[in-house]
């Protein structure tokens, strides 16, 4: 991948970030063939995830996030306890072009999303990220295809949000911004860092398989998202870590339907 500037603002990150330059840093290519069956990987429950809230989008340099302002948790999976939804945000490339920030054997999706939790018995992130187990980030991806009018909306309130500037969202709830719940008990479990300062290695990372669909005008809305400097923010991604011998997981119904469908060639719905 070419240097770019989002790239060049990440370089400078490990000289100020001791754990940017640790052993357990995230994002990943998570290489299906080697990840582990677990059986204890089961669905994640979703607890609040359809209460709706208003909050604003963000430009926070980086990305745009949205803080959530409501109780909304998850547990299960393998979690050791129940986490509580902080903020999400996204990170993407340039034109539709690859962006996201985890790659699944080698293939980088155009945008990511994160969900970002923390353990519910802690007032504030700072706190949980001295925990090795604190934060819990879920991941999904995005393909181009079909229109998604929620998002469809938020990317074209995101070409507005510029540096220093907030723009209010229409009411939305976490579930409307990812697939149904059925469609989440294939995932990747591994434990990392989080992908921008201070890269905390406090972070139990849950990438799913099914990808969310966008339209490529909806992809393209991104790029036009602004750096507090007023360059384009596009390719707002950090290039993947090495694994430093880190095993990655996946939940016991993410073999089997991969196998249905590629022996079978099944369509999985």
């Known amino acids: 991948r070419a240097p770019h500037h989002g790239f060049e603002m990440l ?7 001791v754990d940017c330059g640790g052993k357990s840093q995230s994002p990943i290519n998570i290489v299906t063939r080697k990840t582990v069956k677990d059986e204890r990987l089961t669905p994640i429950e979703f607890k609040n995830y359809q209460q709706t809230f208003k909050n604003s989008l963000t430009n926070n340099g980086h990305s745009v996030k ?3 302002p409501i109780t909304s948790t998850i547990s299960g999976g393998d979690l050791s306890t129940t986490y509580k939804a902080v ?5 993407w490339g340039k034109d539709g072009g690859p962006g996201s920030e985890h790659t699944i054997d080698g293939e980088q999706y155009p945008m990511e999303l994160h969900i970002v939790h923390m353990k519910s018995s802690y007032a504030d992130l700072t706190t949980a990220l001295r925990d090795p187990n604190g934060v819990a980030v879920l991941g999904f991806f995005y393909e181009v295809i079909l229109l998604n009018s929620f998002l469809y909306r938020v990317a074209n309130m995101a070409v507005f949000v510029f540096s220093d500037v907030s723009f209010s969202l229409p009411s939305i709830s976490l579930a409307q911004l990812i697939p149904p719940e ?13 992908t921008t300062p201070p890269c905390s290695e406090s972070v139990v990372w849950t990438v799913f398989e099914t990808p969310i669909p966008l339209s490529m005008d909806q992809m393209k809305a991104f790029s036009t998202v602004q750096f507090y400097d007023g360059t384009s923010m596009v390719n707002n991604f950090r290039p993947v870590q090495p694994l430093n ?6 939940s016991a119904a993410n073999g089997e339907e991969r196998c249905r469908y590629i022996y079978t060639g099944e369509q999985i719905d």
């Open 245 to 250: 011998g880190r095993l990655v997981y996946r």
């Open 11 to 17: 370089q400078k990150w490990a000289g100020g970030n």
């Open 182 to 194: 059925q469609k989440l008990t294939s995932y990747y479990r591994y434990r990392g860092s989080l």
């Open 66 to 68: 949205v803080n959530i």
């Open 87 to 91: 903020q999400f945000h996204l990170h």
